[in-house]
């Protein structure tokens, strides 16, 4: 089995209608659900985030700013807001002095991560070196893997690599679109994968419902 983190998010950024699905979701099955810091103030993030708890959720704040400043901004908001884990974020020399003592699981991106919506670029060698580096520092938990933002690798080969090479969970973000790249990534060894815009867009079966849709992935995830 491999765990989804629904992420209440379209193209990178945190919907403006988030809180409209948390309670409808509170009896969907779902576990996990998350949000990014681009789209959402730190006063919308705090709020998503105590709506999420109220409805039995573990919460995830993903990180896709690209300036150390605003990454360090994401972060402290992220903490404020009192999610469980923060993901992705490229500068953990700046982010793990913040999270000394608070009680957060911090999963950056390994590799080398660019733009926004945020791609991979390098080697699977050189991915999985820098996932071994990460998950090797105190404080990182494990990855926030863009297996499917990367251009040109083979995913399964590309999530296998980062997991063996990891010494924590590896979750796969972005672009997944179809219930063969979940098998794929289960297969690999990944711990979750996340999905936000096709959801919304309805691109899995029981669209347009959105409740529909997250039951549906959350079977394909348990049958993997």
Known sequence: MINFIFMLTHADRTLDNAL???????DSGLHYIGFKDVGATPERQRAIARAARDAGFETMLEV??????????????????GVDWILGG??????LPLLVGAPVKYCPFPGRVSGHPSVLEG???EIAAS?????SREGVYGLDLLAYRHASADIEHL????VDASSGPVIAAGSVVRDDQIRTLSQAGAWGFTIGSAIVEGLFPGAPDVKAQVRHVLEVAATT
């Open 159 to 162: 999530t296998r690599a980062v």
């Open 20 to 26: 409209d699905y948390v309670d409808d979701l509170s």
């Open 123 to 125: 080697t699977i060698d």
């Open 131 to 135: 996932a071994r580096e990460l998950t």
């Open 64 to 81: 896709v700013s690209t300036t150390r400043e605003d990454e360090v901004n994401s972060v402290q908001a992220a903490l404020a807001a």
């Open 90 to 95: 490229t500068q953990p020399d700046a982010v």
